[in-house]
Every structure is written in C-alpha cells, then in structure tokens.
C-alpha cells in the first residue's frame, strides 16, 4: 500500500494541544514519546510538526459511503479517501446501500472494499431491519458474527418507529454488546416535511418537521433502553428537547448515547430562504437556539460524539427545486474545521475535548478495537495532525469525495488537517493521499 | 423595482403602488377597440407552467400579447418532480432560447427563487404560483380589485379565511396588503393557521362571526378537497357551518364590503351561490383585473432598461 | 450619455459638468401671450373650432392644451374637447432606461374619429415624442386631420416632423438645455435656456 517507510518522527507536536513534544511511530504503534527535540531520528521520516495539535485518529460513527448501489453518489474508496483528507482512520459505514447492509454477506462485502481501499478501518453499520422496513429483525447475529464484527445496527435514513421491534432489537443485540442507533423521526409527523417547522416553514411555505418529531421518539427509546438495560445510541440530535431528554435519561444512569453533526453545530434554518437544496438535511437544519444547546450539550457531554452523517449525492439530486432535491451533505472533509470553529475558537471546548468526542467516545461506542487510544507508548499509531493557526476556503471541486454537496462552499474555516496516521503509516499527507 | 417578482415582499409600497396606477392605466386600454400596445415588441416571455392553471396562463397570455411580446407557452407538468434535473434543463433551454421573462408555475415552493438565483437564466422570473409559497400577482390584482371600489388601502380591514397554512395567496396578500397599510386579520381553524403566523404582519383568528362586521372586504379561500380527510377539520359540513360564506353571515357583513375569491371556488363549501352572485361580489371583476395588472408586472419588468 | 434628445424628463437638467446658469427666453407674459396668438391661429386654419380636440402631451404639453382650450372657448363660445395622450408606451426609447410610470391618457367622450387634432407639447426637439404621439392617437381612432402645436421650437428634428403653430422658435446647441415650466405642475411660468456658451 504505502511507499513511505514504517518509521516516522512527528517532532514538536502538542498532543491534544498540550506541551510540545516528539512521538516516534514505528511498526504500526507509538514507540517512544519524548519532549521536544529529544527523539533521534535515525532510519525515520521527519515530519515538522511544529504547531500542529496531535490527536488519536477520527472515528466517524455515521457515513454514508454509498457502495453497493449509488456508486454515481460515492464509492467505499472515495468515500474513506475523503475520510482520511479529513483525519479519519475509522469510519462507520451506514446499512441504507442497496442492496441494503442486511446481512453478513453485504457487510463482509463492504468490509472487505474498505480494507482494498486501505485509507481507513471501515466498520459496517448492519439494518435492524430486514431491507429497512421496519417489519421484522435482519440477521442481526449473524452480521456480528461476520468478518465484519458488527456492533452498530441503525435502520438510519428510516425510524424503527414500532415500538415492539424496537424493544426486541435493543433486547437482542445485548448478546453481543451491540447498539442501536436510532434515526429519530416519527414517520407520521414527518410526512413530506421539508425543513424545520417553525416561523420561517410557515413563511417558505415549505412542509414542516416538528422538533416533536424527533423527541418524541428520543424520549420513548430512552424509556425502552432503560427498560430492557441496553444500549441505545441516539443519531444526529438536533433539537435543544432532545438534548434535554438525553440529559434526564443519562441522569437516570440509562446506557444512551448520542451523537450530533458538524452541520448542526454551526448552520441554521435561515439558510433555508435561499431554497437552495444544499441545506437541505435529515434532520433538518434547526434554530439558532438548537444550535446554541447543542454546542453546550457536547461540550458538557450530554451529547457524546460528533458524527459527520457524511450523505453524497449526485449533482443531479441537489440541482433541482427544494421538494425535489435529495436529503444529505458530505462532510467528512470539514468535520474538524467545523468543530473547530463551533467548539474550539468559541472556548466550549479544548483539544483534549475533541479528541474525547470525534475519537474516544466514537470508539467506545462503536466498540472498535484498538482506535480512540491515547497518544501513549505501546498504543496503535492512529493519529491526526492539524493546523489550527490556518484557514482555507473551501472550494468543492477539491473534494475527494466524489460528490459535491457541501453546504459550505466558498466559506472560510479555521483549522486544516495536515496528516493522518493509520497504523503508524500517512495515509494523506498536507491533503493529498499518500495511496 | 427589482428585476424578479417572487414574492409579495419584494415590493416596497412605491413599488406596489407603482405597479397598481399603471395598472389602472392599462386597464382603460383594455376598454377601447385597439386592446394592443405595441411596447414589448420583439421581447419573449415564457410562460412555464410545471402546474396545471389555465386561467392563470391565459391571464399572463393575454397581458403578454396585449403588450405585443412573442409569447411561447411550456407546459411541463408531471415532469418535474419526478426528475429532479428537469428545472434546470428546462431553464437551460428557455435560456437558449432568449426568453427575457419566464413566468413561472410549480407546484415547489421557491422554484421561482431557484430559478431566479441560480444563474441558470438571465432573465426575469415572475412568481405565478410556488407551491405553498407565494403568488404576489394574485395579490397584485386582489388589492388592485379592492383599490378600484374602497379607494386607498391604508386602514382597511381586510379578513382572509380558509386554508391559509397551504395557501399561496393568502401569504402573497398578507405581504401586499400590509405594504400598501391595510389591516389584514386571519380566519381559519388553527389547524390551517401557520406555525408562527403570530410573527407575521396581521391578527389571525379562530371566529369568523366577531370580525366580519367590520369588514371592508373578506376574501374567501379555497378548501383543497385533498384536506378534507387528513383531519385538519373533522367534515365538510362543520367546515362550510363554522367558516363558510352564507346568507347567515352576509347580514353581518358591512353593506359596502367586498367578497372575494381567488377561484376556482367549491360553491356550496367555502362560499355560498348568493355570497358569490350577490352584489358585494368582486370575484368576476378579479379575472378581468388580473390581465391589466400582470401587463403592468411585465411592462415595469421588461419595459425599460435591465434594471441595475 | 447619448447626444441624441429624445428624452423629455431630461430636457431640463443641465448634464454633469456643465454650467447650469440658466437665461430666461420667455417669461409669464410673453407666454401668455405666445398661447392667445396659437389659439387665434388654432381657429383661423380650422375656419372655427367646431371640429378641433386638443390633446396635450403630458407631463406640462396637458395644462398648455387645457390653456389653448380656455383661449379658443372665449373666442368662439363654445367648449372645445380637451384631453391628455400618453405616449409613454409607444416610445422608442424605453428600453435606454428603467420602466417609467405611465401619466394618465383622457381622451374626450366624443373621441377623434373625423376630427382636428391638435397635439400640444411644451417644446419640440428632435420630433421622436411626437412620432410616439401618431402612433398612440392611431389606436384611438382615425382623425380628419392631426395638427401640432408647441410653446418652443428648439431645432435639431431627427424626424421629417413640422409644427403647425409655434409660440417661440428658439435656436439652440445640442449642448444647451431649453426648460419649460408651466404654473399648473412647476408653480410658475416661464421659458429657460442652460448649458452651451454664454451669450
């Protein structure tokens, strides 16, 4: 795969934005860490690292990666390509492919493409339900017994809206440490909603999407896990509701967890005005005060990770008129500059708490082996350098996803990921792919 | 006055007001034997229509004509939402065909305003009806209509009733009617109000019997037959009892009040025959109206330089 | 900016750069007295005024014509039909600049059909308004005859167009501005000639 060698010194980076230091990575883990300048370089590459905060690698627990199916939309490799551009090592795989990620076969495929690819770990995401339509349980034991070891199951792009099957999944993945996440949307609230429902859908005259929608259907998930003691794991929250009842169900010492995007961390529903279908999103873009709750939900850890729901579509499906346009951003190449911007440079949170959110927790939730570690000797090699002091505009034709659908074009953000590390190999240097 | 009309809002009260004197001034041209004038010879507007409306194409039709603009009619329904890129090489192709006005009809809100800002098309796009959204000519000749037999609009009160949560029209004229300073307060079951329609600029309320009588004009807004089983009132009879137009509450409305309705009308539902034919009734003289005010729309458009 | 003087609105604003000291041509009387002598002009060559409708050119060509309508009733005795021709939509120079608004067009309850039209204008310049003017009265009917009167005459036709009755010939420059103000719309009357050299 890589041509660089094996051996590499990332001398003077501040690890989680601490002290400076050197970290010698050798043979796939973290060989020696020493203060600044104190690490010989002999038989290594010598990366500058001057400036840059070292974080372990990214874990994305919501991707869309397209393959098998949309393949016009994007591929497991150019999908985990624009995952590495962006600081990713791990990235969960949703099941809504076609045909759908239901069975061990279908997951051992995309698996499989994700290792050829070789850019990151690819952890495929198994259906709850059989082709996603909510009516009885895919072969859930069997996708954990796969090759692909999988722990997430999420019908997501659907609601596992039947209580009874919802109970039964949270029930029966517990015999193998699985988790359910749930895209919360209460089908019947939804129909044909096209954006936030509130003062401006009323304006638009767009359908609208009630934050109950999505809470209702939070909170009953949150009673059930409780219920049954299994883990729940809540899909791209929100609303500042849903935030509330995460925090009284956490309280309650109920295994949920929960995730929010990048997109809902920085972007509000004005954007709507423009009708331009390259805001439009599941869920939608919310309030400026969802945003706000939710910013100060992760950084007090109510909500536990970021997640990107990276979502490519062909130009074709955003070039349209709004009802007609297809849901979904990418956003794996900007997820760190945007937490960056939300979190970071407005003092909600430090580096060690990003690492903690697009790393740690991700990990742990997904239970993926191995990533989310601490930059410590004897660790795996995972690790993102980023450049906070900088700035770039970004400009989608210089994606390496292989669509377009970036809501923030031509939009300045702080911070550029200037290497990723798997196993102790780049597998992107300075942007560009080193495979 | 701005080089699209999309919404109601993109009019400031000299625009509007602009737009109803010349109105009034086409209107008398509309009375003699020679009906054309010949200021918009050689100009193309495109009348797109992704939505089925036959008098509101042929009320754009004829403004058109009359003002001697080469008039080319594209009818694409059913083409649209099933094929997302259609818009976009439908506009391409008006393009290309130098249309200098597309008058647009889509059952999407805001494909007007896509159209208009996506730089597909060099032209102006007139709003003939988006979906739920708005249909600022409607309005134009709504308040144009109430104008010609109230006089100013300033303080008049005006009461819109029905299904304003899916009604275009009434959002257009909410937007219009405050601009021109009349008094608009909304009457429909709440669950055909808005989300938000507190924000908005007028009153909005539940009974209809405790606001006609100080009515100068009430307009009456069609009952989708696609509402009726989606609970948004539980029959049609509770419906027309609580919120239609009957002889009942005709006693009640002031003698001089206008009734109007932006057709086609469900007589018998939301609108009695005797509220509809009776004397107070403006509803032919908006279909009449409405010609003289889309040639103002597209004169002020197109009728002098490309507005900076 | 174009040379060419076809606009109306502007005939009265001295162009960037240039002086705007203005000289006065004529004044109230010698207007009034220009209008009495079109009106008595107006009656001889229709042999009475039985069959003349003056219609004025707006925005100050309508006061002029209702002026000229005054002078010729006290002459003859009885009314005659005075009304107002937009030629806003006939021009062709709309498209030099933004939409205009449209001034009202009155035509007399008896129309022009086998009548003497008069067309009043406050001043003629390069002919093209009133060009406008033949085109909007074809589409108000068929006149026996169509005649023009103006207050000024300033020169520099583009047209093959000639007045028939004229209150002042002002020779001027392309440079220079002629202004026409009328009591009913400008608060007073009087004739002003800017711009060019000074005498």
């Known amino acids: ?435 | 006055m701005k080089r699209h009309l999309l919404s109601a809002a993109d009019l400031s009260r000299d625009d509007a007001l602009l737009v109803l004197d010349t109105a009034e001034e086409l209107a008398r041209v509309s009375d003699r034997a020679v009906k054309k004038l010949p200021t918009l010879r050689g100009r193309t507007v495109v009348n797109l229509f992704f939505e089925d409306s036959t008098r509101t194409r042929i009320s754009f039709e004829a403004a058109a004509k009359r003002l001697s603009a080469d008039v080319i009619n594209f009818s694409a329904k059913g083409s649209s939402l099933s094929k997302g890129e259609s818009l976009k090489d439908t506009a391409l192709t008006l393009e290309a065909m130098g249309a200098d006005a597309v008058v647009v009809r889509h059952s999407a809100s805001g494909a007007p305003h896509r159209l208009a800002t996506s730089g597909w098309i060099g032209g102006s796009v007139v709003n003939a009806g988006d979906g739920t959204h708005e249909h600022p000519t409607q309005a134009l000749l709504d308040a144009f209509t109430m104008r010609r037999h109230l006089g100013p609009l300033t303080d008049r009160r005006v009461i819109i009733v029905g299904d304003v949560l899916h009604s275009r029209v009434a959002r257009s004229n909410v937007l219009l009617l405050h601009t021109l300073g009349a008094e608009v307060t909304l009457v429909a079951p709440p669950t055909l109000l808005p989300v938000g329609v507190e924000t908005w600029p007028c009153a909005a309320a539940y009974d209809l019997d405790s606001v006609l009588p100080k009515a100068d004009a009430v307009m009456m807004l069609r009952v989708q037959r696609e509402r009726m089983g989606a609970a948004y009132f539980p029959s049609v009879r509770e419906y027309s009892r609580r919120y239609g137009l009957h002889a009942g509450r005709l006693g009640v409305l002031p003698e001089h009040a206008l009734i109007l309705h932006p057709g086609p009308m469900n007589r018998g539902l939301e609108i009695t025959a005797e509220a509809a034919d009776g004397a107070r009734s403006v509803i032919v003289e908006q279909v009449a109206n409405g010609v003289s005010v889309r040639m103002a729309v597209l004169y002020l458009l197109l009728g002098g330089s490309e507005p900076g | 900016m174009s040379a060419e003087p076809s606009s109306r609105e502007m005939r009265g604003q001295p162009r960037p750069g240039e002086r705007a000291v203005a000289r006065t041509v004529l004044d109230a009387p010698d207007i009034a007295r220009a209008l009495t002598r079109i009106a008595h002009e107006i009656v001889e060559r229709s042999r009475g005024a039985s069959d003349v409708v003056l219609l004025g050119i707006p925005t100050r060509g309508v006061p002029l014509a209702r002026r000229l309508a005054e002078r010729i009733t006290a002459v003859e005795g009885t009314p005659v039909p005075v009304g107002a021709l937009d030629i806003t939509m006939y021009r062709d120079d709309l498209r030099l600049r933004p939409a205009r608004a449209l001034a009202h067009t009155d035509i007399p309850p008896g129309g022009v059909d086998g009548r003497t039209v008069v067309l009043v204008d406050d001043v003629l310049f390069s002919g093209r308004s009133i060009r406008a003017a033949l085109s909007a009265l074809e589409e108000v009917g068929r006149p026996r005859a169509v005649r023009l009167a103006v207050l000024v005459d300033r020169g520099h036709r583009q047209l093959p167009i000639r007045p028939d009755h004229v209150g002042k010939n002002l020779p001027t420059s392309l440079r220079e501005q002629v202004q026409v103000l009328v009591e009913e719309v400008d608060g007073r009357d009087l004739v002003l000639i800017a711009g060019g050299e000074e005498p």
């Open chain 1, 1 to 435: 795969m890589s041509e660089h060698p094996a051996t590499w010194l990332l001398s003077g980076v501040r690890p989680l934005g601490g002290a400076a230091c050197d970290l010698l990575l050798r043979a796939g883990s973290i060989a020696e860490v020493g203060p600044a300048g104190s690490l010989g370089a002999a038989g290594a590459e010598v990366l500058d690292g001057d400036g840059l905060v070292a974080l372990p690698g990214l874990v994305d627990l919501h991707t869309h990666l397209r393959e098998p199916g949309r393949e016009d939309a994007e591929t497991v490799e150019t999908g985990t390509a624009a995952a590495a551009v962006g600081g990713y090592v791990a990235v969960h795989a949703m099941a809504n492919t076609d045909p759908v990620a239901d069975t061990a076969g279908v997951v051992e495929q995309v698996w499989r493409l994700g290792r050829e690819a070789g850019h990151v770990d690819v952890r495929p995401v198994g259906a709850v339900t059989a082709g996603l339509e909510g009516e009885r349980l895919a072969e859930l034991g069997a996708m954990a017994d796969s090759a692909a070891g999988v722990r997430v199951f999420s019908d997501d792009g659907r609601c596992v809206s039947d209580a009874v099957l919802m109970r039964r999944a949270l029930e029966y993945v517990k015999a193998f440490d699985g988790v359910i996440a749930q895209h919360a949307q209460e089908p019947r609230l939804t129909e044909d909603a096209q954006m936030n429902e509130g003062e401006l859908s009323g304006r638009l005259g767009l359908r609208g999407w009630p934050a109950v929608a999505e809470e209702a259907v939070i909170a009953r998930d949150a009673l059930l896990a409780g219920h049954v003691g299994s883990r729940l794991h809540v899909c791209h929250v929100s609303t500042a509701g849903s935030v509330d009842i995460l925090r009284w169900a956490k309280s309650k010492g109920w295994r949920v967890t929960a995730e929010v995007t990048p997109h809902h961390l920085l972007l509000s529903d004005e954007l709507v005005s423009t009708y331009d279908p390259v805001y439009k999103v599941n869920p939608p873009l919310r309030t400026r005060d969802d945003v706000d709750a939710l910013r100060v939900a992760l950084a007090d850890g109510t909500v536990d990770a970021v997640a990107t729901d990276h979502a490519p579509h062909p130009v074709e499906d955003k070039e349209c008129e709004w009802a007609a346009a297809a849901f979904g951003m990418v956003g794996l190449e900007t997820a760190l500059s945007v937490v960056q911007d939300a979190m970071v440079d407005s003092g909600l949170l430090d580096w060690a708490g990003v690492a903690d959110r697009m790393s740690v927790r991700p990990a742990r939730i997904g239970r993926v082996a191995g990533h989310g570690r601490a930059l410590a000797v004897g660790e795996p090699a995972h690790v993102t350098l980023v450049d906070p002091a900088a700035r770039r505009a970004v400009d989608p034709a210089t994606l390496a996803s292989r669509s377009r659908n970036t809501p923030y074009a031509g939009m300045s953000l702080p911070g550029r990921v200037v290497a990723t590390f798997l196993r102790g190999r780049p597998t992107q240097l300075d942007g560009k792919l080193t495979s």
